[in-house]
Protein backbone atom coordinates (compact mmCIF):
# COMPACT_ATOMS: atom_id res chain seq x y z
CA UNK A 1 0.00 0.00 0.00
CA UNK A 2 2.78 2.06 1.00
CA UNK A 3 3.95 1.86 -2.50
CA UNK A 4 1.21 2.68 -4.05
CA UNK A 5 1.12 5.99 -1.99
CA UNK A 6 4.66 6.87 -3.13
CA UNK A 7 3.86 5.73 -6.57
CA UNK A 8 0.65 7.94 -6.91
CA UNK A 9 2.49 10.87 -4.86
CA UNK A 10 5.47 10.72 -7.69
CA UNK A 11 2.65 10.65 -10.28
CA UNK A 12 1.13 14.21 -8.80
CA UNK A 13 4.42 15.26 -9.15
CA UNK A 14 5.18 14.77 -12.80
CA UNK A 15 1.81 16.16 -13.72
CA UNK A 16 2.47 19.22 -12.38
CA UNK A 17 5.57 19.40 -13.61
CA UNK A 18 4.43 18.48 -17.13
CA UNK A 19 1.66 21.24 -17.24
CA UNK A 20 4.81 23.50 -16.99
CA UNK A 21 6.87 22.05 -19.49
CA UNK A 22 3.70 21.88 -21.77
CA UNK A 23 3.26 25.41 -21.38
CA UNK A 24 6.51 26.86 -21.53
CA UNK A 25 7.22 24.52 -24.50
CA UNK A 26 4.51 26.13 -26.19
CA UNK A 27 5.18 29.61 -25.37
CA UNK A 28 8.59 28.72 -26.73
CA UNK A 29 7.79 27.43 -30.01
CA UNK A 30 5.07 30.00 -30.84
CA UNK A 31 7.36 33.30 -29.82
CA UNK A 32 9.87 31.02 -32.56
CA UNK A 33 7.36 30.56 -35.25
CA UNK A 34 8.35 26.82 -35.22
CA UNK A 35 6.14 23.99 -36.23
CA UNK A 36 3.19 24.42 -38.74
CA UNK A 37 2.99 28.13 -38.46
CA UNK A 38 6.07 28.46 -39.88
CA UNK A 39 5.43 27.93 -43.31
CA UNK A 40 3.37 30.73 -43.37
CA UNK A 41 6.08 32.76 -41.50
CA UNK A 42 8.46 31.92 -44.14
CA UNK A 43 5.91 32.41 -47.23
CA UNK A 44 5.06 35.80 -46.21
CA UNK A 45 7.87 37.97 -47.84
CA UNK A 46 7.63 35.72 -50.85
CA UNK A 47 4.30 37.44 -50.99
CA UNK A 48 5.67 40.77 -50.55
CA UNK A 49 4.79 40.97 -46.82
CA UNK A 50 7.98 41.68 -44.99
CA UNK A 51 7.55 41.50 -41.20
CA UNK A 52 9.43 41.59 -37.84
CA UNK A 53 8.25 37.89 -36.67
CA UNK A 54 10.87 35.52 -35.78
CA UNK A 55 11.78 32.74 -37.83
CA UNK A 56 13.54 29.53 -36.18
CA UNK A 57 12.96 26.78 -38.11
CA UNK A 58 15.28 24.04 -36.57
CA UNK A 59 12.68 20.97 -37.38
CA UNK A 60 9.61 19.99 -36.64
CA UNK A 61 9.03 20.07 -32.48
CA UNK A 62 9.18 16.67 -31.60
CA UNK A 63 12.76 16.08 -32.95
CA UNK A 64 13.44 19.18 -31.91
CA UNK A 65 12.64 18.48 -28.33
CA UNK A 66 14.01 14.75 -28.45
CA UNK A 67 17.09 16.17 -29.23
CA UNK A 68 17.03 19.34 -26.26
CA UNK A 69 15.20 16.91 -23.90
CA UNK A 70 17.47 14.00 -24.51
CA UNK A 71 20.71 16.24 -24.80
CA UNK A 72 19.29 17.43 -21.38
CA UNK A 73 18.69 13.94 -20.24
CA UNK A 74 22.80 13.03 -21.49
CA UNK A 75 24.11 15.85 -19.72
CA UNK A 76 23.09 15.20 -16.86
CA UNK A 77 23.56 11.28 -16.62
CA UNK A 78 27.09 12.16 -17.77
CA UNK A 79 27.31 14.69 -14.57
CA UNK A 80 25.35 11.77 -12.37
CA UNK A 81 28.34 9.69 -13.12
CA UNK A 82 30.72 12.00 -12.85
CA UNK A 83 29.21 11.98 -8.92
CA UNK A 84 27.53 15.24 -8.90
CA UNK A 85 24.64 15.86 -7.04
CA UNK A 86 21.03 15.06 -9.15
CA UNK A 87 19.52 18.06 -8.70
CA UNK A 88 22.99 19.91 -9.80
CA UNK A 89 23.17 17.64 -12.57
CA UNK A 90 19.89 18.06 -13.75
CA UNK A 91 20.03 22.24 -13.85
CA UNK A 92 23.56 22.18 -15.39
CA UNK A 93 22.17 19.69 -17.72
CA UNK A 94 18.83 21.51 -19.15
CA UNK A 95 21.71 24.88 -19.09
CA UNK A 96 23.91 23.47 -21.69
CA UNK A 97 21.02 21.95 -23.76
CA UNK A 98 19.74 25.10 -23.68
CA UNK A 99 22.75 27.02 -24.80
CA UNK A 100 22.51 24.84 -27.68
CA UNK A 101 18.99 25.06 -28.30
CA UNK A 102 19.92 28.94 -28.50
CA UNK A 103 22.78 28.50 -31.11
CA UNK A 104 20.63 26.76 -33.64
CA UNK A 105 17.69 29.02 -33.13
CA UNK A 106 19.99 31.95 -34.35
CA UNK A 107 22.03 29.91 -37.12
CA UNK A 108 18.27 28.91 -38.45
CA UNK A 109 17.32 32.59 -38.46
CA UNK A 110 19.61 34.27 -39.79
CA UNK A 111 20.38 31.28 -42.73
CA UNK A 112 16.13 31.59 -43.48
CA UNK A 113 16.00 34.84 -43.55
CA UNK A 114 19.84 35.28 -45.54
CA UNK A 115 17.62 33.33 -48.44
CA UNK A 116 15.02 35.62 -48.92
CA UNK A 117 17.00 38.43 -49.59
CA UNK A 118 15.53 38.26 -53.21
CA UNK A 119 12.44 39.51 -51.86
CA UNK A 120 13.98 41.89 -49.40
CA UNK A 121 13.25 40.49 -45.82
CA UNK A 122 15.94 42.35 -43.67
CA UNK A 123 17.59 39.96 -41.19
CA UNK A 124 17.22 41.91 -37.61
CA UNK A 125 19.43 42.01 -35.04
CA UNK A 126 16.97 43.17 -32.18
CA UNK A 127 14.65 40.38 -33.31
CA UNK A 128 17.37 37.82 -33.04
CA UNK A 129 18.86 39.42 -29.78
CA UNK A 130 15.38 39.85 -28.04
CA UNK A 131 13.74 37.04 -28.92
CA UNK A 132 16.27 34.37 -28.99
CA UNK A 133 16.87 35.14 -24.80
CA UNK A 134 13.39 34.50 -24.14
CA UNK A 135 13.15 31.55 -26.51
CA UNK A 136 15.97 29.95 -24.29
CA UNK A 137 14.09 30.96 -20.93
CA UNK A 138 11.20 29.05 -22.25
CA UNK A 139 12.99 26.15 -23.22
CA UNK A 140 15.09 25.94 -19.97
CA UNK A 141 11.82 25.62 -18.03
CA UNK A 142 10.25 23.37 -20.81
CA UNK A 143 13.39 21.06 -20.75
CA UNK A 144 14.02 21.13 -16.62
CA UNK A 145 10.74 20.39 -16.01
CA UNK A 146 11.08 17.01 -18.49
CA UNK A 147 14.49 16.01 -17.24
CA UNK A 148 13.25 16.34 -13.54
CA UNK A 149 9.99 13.75 -15.10
CA UNK A 150 12.41 11.67 -16.29
CA UNK A 151 14.85 11.42 -13.75
CA UNK A 152 11.85 10.88 -10.99
CA UNK A 153 10.57 8.20 -13.32
CA UNK A 154 13.76 6.45 -13.14
CA UNK A 155 15.07 7.13 -9.98
CA UNK A 156 11.26 6.69 -7.82
CA UNK A 157 9.25 4.94 -10.07
CA UNK A 158 12.21 2.07 -10.83
CA UNK A 159 11.86 2.22 -14.74
CA UNK A 160 14.84 0.39 -16.56
CA UNK A 161 15.61 2.89 -18.83
CA UNK A 162 18.45 4.87 -18.78
CA UNK A 163 18.16 8.45 -18.48
CA UNK A 164 18.86 10.07 -21.99
CA UNK A 165 16.45 7.15 -23.31
CA UNK A 166 13.38 8.13 -21.32
CA UNK A 167 14.79 12.03 -22.34
CA UNK A 168 14.46 11.45 -25.55
CA UNK A 169 10.80 9.73 -25.02
CA UNK A 170 9.18 12.15 -23.02
CA UNK A 171 11.16 15.13 -24.91
CA UNK A 172 9.04 13.76 -28.54
CA UNK A 173 6.11 13.21 -26.36
CA UNK A 174 6.18 17.03 -25.30
CA UNK A 175 7.15 18.39 -28.63
CA UNK A 176 4.32 16.46 -29.90
CA UNK A 177 1.74 17.52 -27.38
CA UNK A 178 2.59 21.31 -27.93
CA UNK A 179 2.55 21.11 -31.63
CA UNK A 180 -0.84 19.45 -32.17
CA UNK A 181 -2.48 21.30 -29.28
CA UNK A 182 -1.04 24.79 -28.94
CA UNK A 183 0.15 25.45 -32.82
CA UNK A 184 -3.66 25.81 -34.43
CA UNK A 185 -4.22 28.66 -32.06
CA UNK A 186 -1.09 30.36 -33.16
CA UNK A 187 -1.12 29.18 -36.87
CA UNK A 188 -5.08 29.54 -37.84
CA UNK A 189 -6.40 32.36 -35.57
CA UNK A 190 -3.03 35.16 -34.31
CA UNK A 191 -1.48 35.01 -37.24
CA UNK A 192 -4.91 35.37 -39.37
CA UNK A 193 -7.04 37.85 -36.99
CA UNK A 194 -7.36 39.98 -40.45
CA UNK A 195 -9.59 36.81 -41.34
CA UNK A 196 -12.84 35.47 -40.49
CA UNK A 197 -12.60 33.45 -36.90
CA UNK A 198 -12.56 29.84 -37.46
CA UNK A 199 -12.28 30.45 -41.61
CA UNK A 200 -9.08 28.98 -42.05
CA UNK A 201 -6.66 30.64 -44.45
CA UNK A 202 -7.90 30.71 -47.73
CA UNK A 203 -5.13 30.41 -50.70
CA UNK A 204 -5.89 34.32 -51.29
CA UNK A 205 -4.66 35.26 -47.83
CA UNK A 206 -1.54 32.93 -47.79
CA UNK A 207 1.44 34.86 -46.45
CA UNK A 208 -0.79 37.48 -45.77
CA UNK A 209 -0.38 37.66 -42.14
CA UNK A 210 -0.84 39.96 -39.45
CA UNK A 211 2.43 42.46 -38.97
CA UNK A 212 1.52 45.24 -37.82
CA UNK A 213 0.40 45.10 -33.44
CA UNK A 214 -1.77 47.35 -31.32
CA UNK A 215 0.85 49.91 -31.48
CA UNK A 216 3.55 49.83 -34.28
CA UNK A 217 4.71 46.51 -35.62
CA UNK A 218 4.02 42.96 -34.58
CA UNK A 219 7.21 40.91 -33.60
CA UNK A 220 6.89 37.27 -31.92
CA UNK A 221 7.24 38.67 -28.38
CA UNK A 222 3.17 39.97 -28.93
CA UNK A 223 2.78 36.28 -30.22
CA UNK A 224 4.21 34.67 -27.24
CA UNK A 225 2.15 37.01 -25.08
CA UNK A 226 -1.08 36.30 -26.68
CA UNK A 227 -1.05 32.44 -27.16
CA UNK A 228 0.94 31.70 -23.57
CA UNK A 229 -2.56 32.62 -22.52
CA UNK A 230 -4.81 29.91 -24.14
CA UNK A 231 -2.61 28.01 -26.61
CA UNK A 232 0.23 27.15 -23.47
CA UNK A 233 -2.16 25.99 -21.08
CA UNK A 234 -4.30 24.00 -23.49
CA UNK A 235 -0.67 22.54 -24.23
CA UNK A 236 0.20 22.15 -20.36
CA UNK A 237 -2.95 20.20 -19.68
CA UNK A 238 -2.54 18.19 -22.92
CA UNK A 239 1.31 17.04 -21.69
CA UNK A 240 0.28 16.93 -17.76
CA UNK A 241 -2.30 14.70 -18.58
CA UNK A 242 -0.69 11.98 -20.64
CA UNK A 243 1.93 11.99 -18.29
CA UNK A 244 -0.04 11.92 -15.32
CA UNK A 245 -2.82 9.50 -16.94
CA UNK A 246 -0.03 6.96 -18.26
CA UNK A 247 1.86 7.20 -14.91
CA UNK A 248 -1.33 6.65 -12.89
CA UNK A 249 -2.29 3.64 -14.95
CA UNK A 250 1.26 1.93 -14.38
CA UNK A 251 1.27 2.38 -10.78
CA UNK A 252 -2.21 1.18 -9.58
CA UNK A 253 -2.77 -1.31 -12.69
CA UNK A 254 0.56 -3.02 -13.21
CA UNK A 255 0.11 -5.80 -10.55
CA UNK A 256 -3.22 -7.00 -12.12
CA UNK A 257 -2.84 -10.11 -14.87
CA UNK A 258 0.97 -9.71 -14.94
CA UNK A 259 1.03 -6.48 -16.71
CA UNK A 260 -2.38 -6.97 -18.91
CA UNK A 261 -4.00 -4.52 -16.35
CA UNK A 262 -2.12 -1.48 -16.95
CA UNK A 263 -2.63 -2.42 -21.05
CA UNK A 264 -6.70 -2.75 -20.30
CA UNK A 265 -7.19 0.21 -18.40
CA UNK A 266 -4.82 2.43 -21.10
CA UNK A 267 -7.02 0.94 -23.66
CA UNK A 268 -10.00 2.27 -21.76
CA UNK A 269 -8.86 5.90 -21.13
CA UNK A 270 -8.32 5.83 -24.85
CA UNK A 271 -11.92 5.08 -25.36
CA UNK A 272 -13.23 7.97 -23.12
CA UNK A 273 -10.95 10.16 -24.33
CA UNK A 274 -12.34 9.17 -27.78
CA UNK A 275 -16.03 9.99 -26.56
CA UNK A 276 -15.11 12.97 -24.83
CA UNK A 277 -13.25 14.33 -28.16
CA UNK A 278 -16.39 13.10 -30.56
CA UNK A 279 -18.55 15.06 -28.23
CA UNK A 280 -17.21 18.57 -28.56
CA UNK A 281 -16.10 18.24 -32.07
CA UNK A 282 -19.85 17.61 -32.64
CA UNK A 283 -20.67 20.53 -29.92
CA UNK A 284 -18.20 22.93 -31.89
CA UNK A 285 -19.41 22.33 -35.26
CA UNK A 286 -23.57 22.76 -34.15
CA UNK A 287 -22.43 26.10 -32.52
CA UNK A 288 -19.44 27.87 -34.92
CA UNK A 289 -19.95 25.70 -38.39
CA UNK A 290 -20.07 24.89 -40.73
CA UNK A 291 -19.35 27.96 -42.61
CA UNK A 292 -22.05 28.75 -44.41
CA UNK A 293 -21.46 32.52 -44.02
CA UNK A 294 -18.22 32.70 -45.97
CA UNK A 295 -20.47 32.67 -49.35
CA UNK A 296 -22.05 35.87 -48.34
CA UNK A 297 -18.73 37.74 -47.22
CA UNK A 298 -17.79 36.96 -50.53
CA UNK A 299 -20.42 38.44 -52.62
CA UNK B 1 5.73 12.10 -60.77
CA UNK B 2 8.12 15.04 -59.15
CA UNK B 3 8.94 18.23 -59.55
CA UNK B 4 12.38 19.40 -59.18
CA UNK B 5 11.78 22.06 -57.17
CA UNK B 6 14.65 24.21 -56.55
CA UNK B 7 17.51 24.24 -59.79
CA UNK B 8 20.12 25.85 -58.20
CA UNK B 9 23.57 25.01 -59.49
CA UNK B 10 27.08 26.00 -58.83
CA UNK B 11 29.87 25.34 -56.19
CA UNK B 12 31.73 22.61 -55.70
CA UNK B 13 30.06 19.74 -57.09
CA UNK B 14 28.55 16.36 -55.18
CA UNK B 15 30.54 13.68 -56.00
CA UNK B 16 34.10 15.43 -54.97
CA UNK B 17 32.29 16.39 -51.92
CA UNK B 18 31.06 12.42 -51.48
CA UNK B 19 34.55 11.64 -51.98
CA UNK B 20 36.67 13.66 -49.52
CA UNK B 21 33.61 13.41 -47.32
CA UNK B 22 33.82 9.39 -47.04
CA UNK B 23 38.08 9.69 -47.27
CA UNK B 24 38.24 11.79 -44.61
CA UNK B 25 35.84 9.88 -42.46
CA UNK B 26 37.32 7.23 -42.28
CA UNK B 27 40.84 8.09 -41.93
CA UNK B 28 39.58 10.33 -38.65
CA UNK B 29 37.77 6.81 -37.75
CA UNK B 30 41.30 5.49 -37.84
CA UNK B 31 42.76 8.22 -36.43
CA UNK B 32 41.10 7.52 -33.29
CA UNK B 33 42.82 3.57 -32.75
CA UNK B 34 46.31 5.46 -31.91
CA UNK B 35 44.40 5.12 -28.92
CA UNK B 36 44.81 1.26 -28.68
CA UNK B 37 48.52 1.48 -30.41
CA UNK B 38 49.64 3.95 -27.81
CA UNK B 39 47.07 2.94 -24.45
CA UNK B 40 45.94 6.46 -24.19
CA UNK B 41 42.74 8.12 -25.19
CA UNK B 42 44.00 11.37 -26.18
CA UNK B 43 43.08 10.70 -30.03
CA UNK B 44 39.60 10.65 -28.91
CA UNK B 45 38.98 14.08 -31.05
CA UNK B 46 39.09 12.72 -34.19
CA UNK B 47 36.18 10.66 -33.61
CA UNK B 48 34.56 14.19 -33.24
CA UNK B 49 36.52 15.26 -36.77
CA UNK B 50 35.18 12.56 -38.32
CA UNK B 51 31.79 13.31 -37.23
CA UNK B 52 32.15 16.94 -38.56
CA UNK B 53 33.89 15.47 -42.09
CA UNK B 54 30.70 12.86 -42.86
CA UNK B 55 27.87 15.33 -41.85
CA UNK B 56 29.05 17.96 -44.15
CA UNK B 57 28.95 14.98 -47.44
CA UNK B 58 25.58 14.54 -45.76
CA UNK B 59 24.47 17.66 -45.15
CA UNK B 60 25.12 17.72 -49.37
CA UNK B 61 23.64 15.05 -49.62
CA UNK B 62 20.36 16.09 -48.31
CA UNK B 63 20.86 19.15 -50.56
CA UNK B 64 20.95 17.29 -53.93
CA UNK B 65 17.80 14.82 -52.65
CA UNK B 66 15.44 17.70 -51.19
CA UNK B 67 15.70 19.71 -54.01
CA UNK B 68 13.14 17.35 -55.11
CA UNK B 69 9.54 17.89 -53.84
CA UNK B 70 9.81 14.45 -51.76
CA UNK B 71 6.46 15.03 -49.95
CA UNK B 72 8.15 14.99 -46.45
CA UNK B 73 10.06 17.92 -44.77
CA UNK B 74 13.74 17.96 -44.19
CA UNK B 75 13.97 16.79 -40.88
CA UNK B 76 12.36 13.59 -41.97
CA UNK B 77 15.81 13.19 -44.33
CA UNK B 78 18.31 13.13 -40.98
CA UNK B 79 15.91 10.94 -39.60
CA UNK B 80 16.17 7.99 -41.95
CA UNK B 81 19.79 8.56 -42.49
CA UNK B 82 20.66 7.88 -39.07
CA UNK B 83 17.41 5.48 -38.36
CA UNK B 84 19.32 3.51 -41.32
CA UNK B 85 22.61 3.95 -39.96
CA UNK B 86 22.59 2.72 -36.63
CA UNK B 87 21.67 -0.91 -37.52
CA UNK B 88 24.87 -1.15 -39.35
CA UNK B 89 26.63 1.01 -37.08
CA UNK B 90 25.99 -1.27 -33.71
CA UNK B 91 26.38 -4.43 -36.09
CA UNK B 92 29.83 -3.54 -37.15
CA UNK B 93 31.49 -2.56 -33.71
CA UNK B 94 32.13 -6.21 -33.52
CA UNK B 95 34.43 -6.65 -36.06
CA UNK B 96 36.71 -4.78 -33.83
CA UNK B 97 39.91 -2.88 -36.05
CA UNK B 98 37.67 -3.08 -39.66
CA UNK B 99 34.56 -1.62 -37.93
CA UNK B 100 34.61 1.67 -39.77
CA UNK B 101 34.92 0.08 -43.32
CA UNK B 102 32.30 -2.93 -42.26
CA UNK B 103 29.94 -0.05 -41.15
CA UNK B 104 30.26 2.30 -44.45
CA UNK B 105 29.61 -1.49 -46.52
CA UNK B 106 26.76 -2.76 -44.54
CA UNK B 107 25.15 1.11 -44.35
CA UNK B 108 25.12 1.41 -47.83
CA UNK B 109 23.36 -2.02 -48.54
CA UNK B 110 20.87 -1.13 -46.04
CA UNK B 111 20.46 2.27 -47.54
CA UNK B 112 20.40 0.97 -51.08
CA UNK B 113 17.41 -1.06 -50.11
CA UNK B 114 15.33 1.39 -48.31
CA UNK B 115 16.48 3.37 -51.41
CA UNK B 116 15.17 0.50 -53.97
CA UNK B 117 12.14 0.51 -51.91
CA UNK B 118 11.07 3.89 -52.16
CA UNK B 119 11.45 4.32 -55.43
CA UNK B 120 10.40 1.22 -56.96
CA UNK B 121 7.45 -0.50 -54.37
CA UNK B 122 6.34 3.26 -52.98
CA UNK B 123 6.59 4.32 -56.25
CA UNK B 124 8.34 7.91 -55.38
CA UNK B 125 10.32 7.84 -58.55
CA UNK B 126 12.82 10.45 -57.49
CA UNK B 127 15.63 10.63 -59.57
CA UNK B 128 17.97 10.66 -56.63
CA UNK B 129 16.42 8.54 -53.98
CA UNK B 130 18.66 5.84 -54.45
CA UNK B 131 22.20 7.16 -54.33
CA UNK B 132 21.16 9.50 -51.12
CA UNK B 133 19.85 7.43 -49.01
CA UNK B 134 22.29 4.91 -49.85
CA UNK B 135 25.01 7.88 -48.95
CA UNK B 136 23.18 8.95 -46.07
CA UNK B 137 22.89 5.52 -44.34
CA UNK B 138 26.30 5.36 -45.12
CA UNK B 139 27.24 9.04 -43.53
CA UNK B 140 24.68 7.92 -40.79
CA UNK B 141 26.29 4.74 -39.62
CA UNK B 142 30.28 6.67 -39.73
CA UNK B 143 28.22 9.88 -37.94
CA UNK B 144 27.49 7.45 -34.91
CA UNK B 145 30.25 5.74 -34.99
CA UNK B 146 32.68 9.34 -34.65
CA UNK B 147 30.33 10.15 -31.79
CA UNK B 148 31.05 6.72 -30.04
CA UNK B 149 34.66 7.00 -30.82
CA UNK B 150 34.73 10.70 -29.25
CA UNK B 151 32.46 9.89 -26.17
CA UNK B 152 34.43 6.04 -25.34
CA UNK B 153 37.91 6.25 -27.29
CA UNK B 154 36.87 3.51 -29.69
CA UNK B 155 34.27 1.90 -31.66
CA UNK B 156 34.47 -1.98 -30.63
CA UNK B 157 31.34 -3.55 -29.31
CA UNK B 158 33.18 -4.23 -25.72
CA UNK B 159 34.47 -0.41 -25.62
CA UNK B 160 30.95 0.64 -26.22
CA UNK B 161 28.65 -1.79 -23.32
CA UNK B 162 31.74 -1.50 -20.67
CA UNK B 163 32.48 1.27 -18.47
CA UNK B 164 34.32 1.72 -14.97
CA UNK B 165 33.19 2.76 -11.68
CA UNK B 166 35.17 3.49 -8.58
CA UNK B 167 33.95 2.23 -5.56
CA UNK B 168 35.66 2.76 -2.23
CA UNK B 169 39.34 3.07 -3.86
CA UNK B 170 38.10 -0.41 -6.68
CA UNK B 171 37.80 -0.39 -9.75
CA UNK B 172 34.90 -2.38 -11.20
CA UNK B 173 33.40 -3.32 -14.72
CA UNK B 174 29.69 -2.17 -15.18
CA UNK B 175 27.87 -2.48 -18.08
CA UNK B 176 25.46 0.80 -17.23
CA UNK B 177 28.14 3.29 -17.53
CA UNK B 178 28.96 2.86 -20.75
CA UNK B 179 27.72 4.40 -23.98
CA UNK B 180 25.13 1.60 -25.03
CA UNK B 181 24.06 0.81 -20.85
CA UNK B 182 23.41 3.95 -20.42
CA UNK B 183 21.81 4.75 -23.97
CA UNK B 184 24.09 7.95 -24.98
CA UNK B 185 23.59 6.39 -28.36
CA UNK B 186 20.18 7.86 -27.87
CA UNK B 187 22.11 11.65 -27.70
CA UNK B 188 24.36 10.77 -30.60
CA UNK B 189 21.69 9.43 -32.23
CA UNK B 190 19.79 13.07 -32.36
CA UNK B 191 22.71 15.09 -32.06
CA UNK B 192 23.77 13.90 -35.73
CA UNK B 193 20.17 13.65 -37.35
CA UNK B 194 19.24 17.12 -36.31
CA UNK B 195 22.85 18.53 -37.33
CA UNK B 196 22.90 17.10 -40.48
CA UNK B 197 19.43 18.31 -41.81
CA UNK B 198 19.99 21.92 -39.50
CA UNK B 199 21.84 23.63 -43.02
CA UNK B 200 19.85 22.75 -45.74
CA UNK B 201 16.71 23.73 -43.40
CA UNK B 202 18.27 26.88 -42.42
CA UNK B 203 19.77 27.78 -45.33
CA UNK B 204 16.69 26.78 -48.56
CA UNK B 205 15.48 28.90 -49.90
CA UNK B 206 16.16 31.43 -53.60
CA UNK B 207 19.26 32.75 -52.09
CA UNK B 208 20.50 29.50 -50.80
CA UNK B 209 24.36 29.32 -51.11
CA UNK B 210 26.80 26.08 -50.99
CA UNK B 211 29.74 28.23 -48.98
CA UNK B 212 27.03 29.13 -46.37
CA UNK B 213 25.04 26.35 -45.96
CA UNK B 214 28.55 23.95 -45.98
CA UNK B 215 29.77 26.60 -42.98
CA UNK B 216 26.60 25.86 -40.87
CA UNK B 217 26.97 22.66 -41.23
CA UNK B 218 30.61 22.89 -39.63
CA UNK B 219 29.10 24.89 -37.02
CA UNK B 220 26.71 22.33 -36.72
CA UNK B 221 29.03 19.62 -36.38
CA UNK B 222 31.46 21.19 -34.07
CA UNK B 223 28.44 22.57 -31.42
CA UNK B 224 27.99 18.98 -31.38
CA UNK B 225 31.33 18.04 -30.79
CA UNK B 226 31.26 20.57 -28.11
CA UNK B 227 28.09 18.43 -26.28
CA UNK B 228 29.71 15.19 -26.99
CA UNK B 229 32.85 16.07 -25.59
CA UNK B 230 31.15 17.49 -22.51
CA UNK B 231 29.49 13.80 -22.11
CA UNK B 232 32.53 11.92 -22.57
CA UNK B 233 34.16 13.41 -19.34
CA UNK B 234 31.91 10.70 -17.88
CA UNK B 235 33.57 7.74 -19.68
CA UNK B 236 37.03 9.16 -20.74
CA UNK B 237 40.10 10.48 -18.78
CA UNK B 238 39.55 14.13 -18.04
CA UNK B 239 42.78 15.15 -19.68
CA UNK B 240 41.35 13.86 -23.13
CA UNK B 241 38.24 15.03 -22.79
CA UNK B 242 39.82 18.71 -22.30
CA UNK B 243 41.44 18.08 -25.54
CA UNK B 244 38.18 17.33 -27.29
CA UNK B 245 36.08 20.10 -25.30
CA UNK B 246 39.13 22.89 -26.48
CA UNK B 247 39.10 21.44 -30.24
CA UNK B 248 35.67 21.44 -30.55
CA UNK B 249 35.34 25.15 -29.05
CA UNK B 250 37.69 26.58 -30.97
CA UNK B 251 36.31 24.99 -34.18
CA UNK B 252 32.89 26.41 -32.75
CA UNK B 253 33.37 29.73 -32.55
CA UNK B 254 35.36 29.92 -35.64
CA UNK B 255 32.46 28.60 -37.94
CA UNK B 256 30.13 30.41 -36.20
CA UNK B 257 31.79 33.66 -36.78
CA UNK B 258 32.03 32.56 -40.11
CA UNK B 259 28.50 31.76 -40.99
CA UNK B 260 27.63 34.81 -39.65
CA UNK B 261 30.21 36.88 -42.13
CA UNK B 262 28.51 34.55 -44.82
CA UNK B 263 24.97 35.51 -43.98
CA UNK B 264 25.43 38.92 -43.94
CA UNK B 265 27.04 38.76 -47.14
CA UNK B 266 24.03 37.40 -48.45
CA UNK B 267 21.09 38.96 -46.21
CA UNK B 268 19.28 41.67 -47.79
CA UNK B 269 19.91 43.81 -45.42
CA UNK B 270 21.40 44.08 -41.70
CA UNK B 271 19.07 46.03 -39.61
CA UNK B 272 19.30 46.33 -35.76
CA UNK B 273 15.49 47.88 -34.33
CA UNK B 274 14.43 49.04 -37.70
CA UNK B 275 11.00 49.34 -39.39
CA UNK B 276 9.74 47.30 -41.62
CA UNK B 277 10.91 48.71 -45.12
CA UNK B 278 8.39 50.12 -47.77
CA UNK B 279 7.55 47.51 -50.28
CA UNK B 280 5.50 48.89 -53.57
CA UNK B 281 1.99 47.69 -53.57
CA UNK B 282 1.89 46.82 -49.90
Redesign the interface.
Known amino acids: MEHIVFGIGITALTGALATVAGAAEDTESNIGSQGDPNSQVQLAPQM?????IFNK????EP??Y??WC??G???A???M??QFNAVLAIVLGSV?AVF?QG??AT??Y?????????????????ILKSMTTVTMAHAFIAIFATVTICYLINTALGHP?????L??IWGIALGAAGSATGNPYYGKERQYQNQKFGAGVPISASGNIV?YAEAG?RNSLDNGWFTAKIGGSASGICFGLIVFLELWRTILFEQIAAGWGAIVVGVLIILVFTVIDRYIEVWARKNYGPYTEAKEASS | MTVKVEVIEGGIPHNKIMIAGIVSTLVCLYLTYLNVLTSTEMFSFFGGLAVIAALIWGSHTIKVLCSYGIGT?V?SA??IAFGSGVIAMLLATKFGFYAPIVAAVLAAVIGFILGYVSNNILNMKIPAMVQSLTEMAVVGALTLMGFAALITGGFTFAGLTTGHVTVMGMTLLTH??SFL????I??A???G??AI???F????????QQD??LM?TA??GF?SMI?AA??S???ISTGSAIISLLIAIIGWVYT?KE??VL??R????????????E?E??
Open positions: GFLHRAVAGPAGLCLAGFWAFAMLVVYTAVGRTASLSKFGQPVYVDFPLPLGLRE | GPGMEQGGCLAVFLLAIQHPNACLGPGWRMLECLAIMFALYYMSKDAAAWLDAKPIPVGH
